[in-house]
């Protein structure tokens, strides 16, 4: 008998069980969360890309097929060693059994669905392996069906994987993903001017994620498009790796900092301290500055899974005066459950803050590294002040061959800023705007298709125009202020500006 006033220990295995029985997910549901998993393009292509490297692939190629207002497919196809048809309908199950190993990209088995439906509602898996052609198909409609796959004609889809290849040797295998019904990818406006602005940043973005694969040259990704089976132009894409300076920002940098996190075990932390006024690509990663991209860089088997951020180690992710701290950490395999399914980000334990906080190198602690981060970003304004006026030149929005040409006739410093061109939303009477702050010349896209004379738009078009009004404003990026004379000098310019593109 219990003794009066003691307490019962609750334990949970008490709890007995009377039934079980089987509760597949609710298919109409399934179909609508895989849509909203939370991809954007980047990331689900890439998830896509590490299907390629986990099959050995050498060469990615991504092609947008379109008209000449709408993007209608789009194939990401590889070289890698292919799939029997066991191995297609195995690749085709929601998170199916097969074996990954250590050393395996994928995780969860879920990614080339979800980040497929996260964009399309027609998935189609052709590949070729030992010479013979097998080829799967879902569709949205298929798993409200109750999960119904389609088995495809090798005929058929045999000369869809043809055509996939487009610009490179046809491969003797390889796996090509199809995307139809592009529902993310429809286009109100001006396709052009769209492409133009998708295309840069899906190359950046790439470039970043798979930096380590695309260094040495044995791994290759292109971007393109094509119009009426006419073969495109694709871009290679570059690495673009976010430590890669020339020379550290201070000395006895990079730093090795040790930790133990909570699930995973030792961990190593390669502290970076890029140089000051730094206006590398690979600091900027296509912003105006490289504040953005402070934080903590987690690689996976040399993948990027996330960039920067400071994980809960301090609250603000972009402090000015921690711009040039970076954080290289390669995870260990056993991590490979804590990387959420877009493998955009981790979803580690409560406790990774406090840990990385604990880190050290020797005596110097992680807030001793954020300090010396302060001081030289401190030091880096003081002789930028002190310096006096860097020249400008232009940058992103002129041709690289271009860019460099006029940078040689403006200048012989080899420390410059760059101003860069970009497209955007102004009142319509505006021509041009300047963000000093951004080193940036603002132009306005209402007018973009009269400058350029119904050519199509790219990210380099207009270089006169753009080289033009970069002469005229060469000034307004070295003044404290505008006067307001000064400010009337530019609205008259951007009015007869205007005038002028009226009659075009």
């Known amino acids: 008998m219990r003794a009066q006033g003691a307490q019962h220990r609750l334990t949970f295995h008490e709890i007995a069980t009377i039934d079980s029985f089987s509760l597949p ?24 890309i590490d299907n390629a490297i986990d099959a050995e692939a050498t060469h990615v190629e991504i092609t947008f097929f379109r008209t000449a207002d709408a993007i209608t497919e789009l194939t990401i196809a590889d070289n890698g060693r292919g799939m029997p048809a066991d191995g297609i309908r195995e690749a085709m199950q929601f998170a199916g059994s097969k074996n990954r190993g250590d050393a395996d990209l994928g995780a969860y088995g879920l990614g080339l669905k979800t980040a497929s439906f996260s964009q399309c509602k027609t998935l189609t898996v052709i590949s070729k392996h030992e010479g013979k052609i097998a080829a799967c198909r879902w569709t949205d409609e298929g798993i409200k069906r109750q999960w119904q796959c389609e088995q495809l004609d090798p005929v058929g889809a045999g000369s869809v994987f043809k055509v996939a290849y487009g610009t490179v040797r046809q491969p003797r295998r390889g796996t090509v993903v199809l995307w139809e019904r592009l529902d993310r990818l429809s286009v109100s406006g001006d396709l052009e001017e769209f492409l133009a602005e998708l295309l840069p940043a899906l190359e950046l973005r790439l470039g970043l994620i798979f930096h380590r694969f695309l260094a040495d040259g044995k791994f290759t990704i292109s971007v393109g498009t094509r119009e009426d089976n006419e073969p495109g132009f694709p871009s290679k894409v570059r690495p673009h790796d976010p430590f890669g300076y020339p020379a550290s920002g201070r000395p006895g940098y990079p730093k090795r900092l040790t930790t133990t996190v909570p699930g995973i075990g030792a961990l190593e932390l390669k502290a970076h301290i890029w140089p000051a006024n730094s206006v590398q690509p690979e600091f900027r990663l296509g912003r105006r500055n490289g504040t953005p991209h402070q934080g ?90 002190a310096s006096g006026r860097i020249p400008v030149v232009p940058g992103l929005g002129i041709a690289a061959p271009i860019r460099k040409a006029i940078s040689k006739r403006l200048t012989k410093d080899d420390f410059v800023r760059e101003i860069e061109f970009d497209w955007v939303n102004l009142p319509k ?34 270089p006169v125009v753009k080289l033009l009004i970069f002469l005229l404003l060469e000034g307004e990026f070295d003044r404290e202020r505008t006067s307001a004379k000064r400010r009337d000098w530019l609205k008259r310019c951007n009015a007869v500006l205007y005038e002028a593109i009226k009659t075009l």
């Open 296 to 385: 903590i860089y987690f690689y996976r088997n040399n993948r990027l899974v996330q960039t920067g951020g400071w994980n809960g180690v301090i609250k603000d992710r972009a402090d000015a005066e921690l711009s040039l701290a970076r954080v290289a950490v390669d995870l260990p395999a056993s991590a490979a459950r804590d990387v959420t399914v877009q493998k955009s980000e981790l979803q580690l334990t409560a406790g990774l803050a406090q840990a990385i906080r604990a880190s050290k190198a020797g005596k110097t602690t992680f807030t001793d590294y954020f300090e010396d981060a302060r001081k030289s970003y401190r030091a880096g304004k003081r002789q930028h002040h």
């Open 429 to 462: 009477p505006q021509i041009f705007a300047v963000a000093p702050d951004e080193d940036c010349i603002l132009l306005n896209k209402k007018h973009r298709h009269r400058i350029l004379g119904g050519v199509r738009a790219s990210a380099a078009d207009a």
């Open 25 to 48: 997910p609710d298919a109409d549901g399934a179909a609508t969360a895989f849509a909203r998993m939370g991809y954007d393009l980047e990331t689900a292509l890439a998830d896509i």
